[in-house]
Structures are given as structure tokens and as C-alpha cells.
T-cell receptor, first 116, second 112 residues
Framework: AQKVTQAQTEISVVEKEDVTLDCVYETRDTTYYLFWYKQPPSGELVFLIRRNSFDEQNEISGRYSWNFQKSTSSFNFTITASQVVDSAVYFCALSEGPRSWGKLQFGAGTQVVVTP | ETGVTQSPTHLIKTRGQQVTLRCSSQSGHNTVSWYQQALGQGPQFIFQYYREEENGRGNFPPRFSGLQFPNYSSELNVNALELDDSALYLC???????????FGPGTRLLVL
């Protein structure tokens, strides 16, 4: 069963628009980690953020922000004032623990296309 | 850049052949994980190596095997290649006690 669901396959926006990527996860563990990675056309996965299950504080890093809600098992990602360089595939991932530390379970990804 | 390197960048093989992919971990990282990413899909965990031992394996057959060396670099070997093995193979390194994995640029394998 899919543990991480990214329901949006592709999102197209015009530069400077905001875009929110949804991520819903499923786990029975009380301790787990959630991640977001960016994959530009070059293919390399770029780490963006890690959140542990005990830290529900939302985080902002420049134009990026993350909303973690355990009550709805969601970890959504918003890009504010999007730029063409934000065009990439974004993956949400789950690491359940402690026996499965290091085994990242990825969603199917959301393709973000930002046009000028 | 993460400091994780992989070689080769691209590879073409025919069905039934064997392939070896290589990964050098980031300095200070002692754990290496391998993932397979088919076109249009998210990466799938193959296995992880820690202190030269396999430390967890995903749902992949035994013809996928690996090694980790004393310098923490790693190899992924795939025997009896099948067409469905065509994918981007990603290596990631991490340090003990740190859950974040840092990925290399990947090796694109095409099996004909």
C-alpha cells in the first residue's frame, strides 16, 4: 500500500504565483520523519526539509514554507512568489522508525511548471 | 552539490548482462542507500549499507546485490538484467544518527 500520497501529478503556474503541494502519509509508528526533496531535470534529488513526528511547528525558509498537521497526516509545501527556477518534480518522503530508519518511502511526485 | 558522486552517468546494456554501479559517499558519512527510480515514478528503496553490512532491503530480488567498502563507498550489482531494470539509480549517503540522506546525481541505465 502506498504510504505517501501526492495527489497532484502536475501543477502549472505563472511566475510570481504561489503554489501549494499536497502530501498525505500513512504510518502506525509514533516516531517518524517526513522529508521534501526537489528533483530538477538533471535528476539529482535535492534535500529541502526534514521534520520529525514530534515537531509540528510550521517552518519558513525564504520563499518556501511547510505545514505539518498530524491530525490530518499531511505535510504540505508552499512556494511563494514562484520563479522559473522552481520548475522541477517535488517528492514527499516518509521514514518510519526506528527499525526502518534510512528507508525512505517516496510519493509519486508532483511536477511543478513555472512559466514566465 | 552534496559531495555524493556516482559513476558512470549513463549506461546501456542488453538483457541478461550484468552491471556494476558505483557510489562515493559524502565525507563523514558512513551509510549508503540505493534507490531505483523508473520513469515518471518516485524512487524505490533497494537496500542500505552500514559498516560494510546490508542494513535493510526493499522489495527487490536477490539479483540486486551490493557492497560497501572500508572507505564507505559502495557498489550496486545487478545480474541477469531485464528490460524493467531500465531506470535512474540513485545513491544516497547519510551519517549515523542523522536521518537526512543526501543524493548523488544518479546513473541512468538502459537495458535493451
Amino acid at each position: 500500500a502506498q504510504k505517501v500520497t501526492q495527489a497532484q501529478t502536475e501543477i502549472s503556474v505563472v511566475e510570481k504565483e504561489d503554489v501549494t503541494l499536497d502530501c498525505v502519509y500513512e504510518t502506525r509508528d509514533t516516531t517518524y520523519y517526513l522529508f521534501w526533496y526537489k528533483q530538477p531535470p538533471s535528476g539529482e534529488l535535492v534535500f529541502l526539509i526534514r521534520r520529525n513526528s514530534f515537531d509540528e511547528q510550521n517552518e519558513i525558509s525564504g520563499r518556501y514554507s511547510w505545514n505539518f498537521q498530524k491530525s490530518t497526516s499531511s505535510f504540505n509545501f508552499t512556494i511563494t512568489a514562484s520563479q522559473v527556477v522552481d520548475s522541477a518534480v517535488y517528492f514527499c518522503a516518509l521514514s518510519e522508525g526506528p527499525r526502518s530508519w534510512g528507508k525512505l518511502q517516496f510519493g509519486a511526485g508532483t511536477q511543478v511548471v513555472v512559466t514566465p | 552539490e552534496t559531495g555524493v558522486t556516482q559513476s558512470p552517468t549513463h549506461l546501456i546494456k542488453t538483457r541478461g548482462q550484468q552491471v556494476t554501479l558505483r557510489c562515493s559517499s559524502q565525507s563523514g558519512h558512513n551509510t549508503v542507500s540505493w534507490y531505483q527510480q523508473a520513469l515518471g515514478q518516485g524512487p524505490q528503496f533497494i537496500f542500505q549499507y552500514y559498516r560494510e553490512e546490508e542494513n535493510g532491503r526493499g522489495n527487490f530480488p536477490p539479483r540486486f546485490s551490493g557492497l560497501q567498502f572500508p572507505n564507505y563507498s559502495s557498489e550496486l550489482n545487478v545480474n541477469a538484467l531485464e528490460l524493467d531494470d531500465s531506470a535512474l539509480y540513485l545513491c544516497a549517503s547519510s551519517a549515523t544518527g542523522q536521518e537526512t540522506q543526501y543524493f548523488g546525481p544518479g546513473t541512468r541505465l538502459l537495458v535493451l
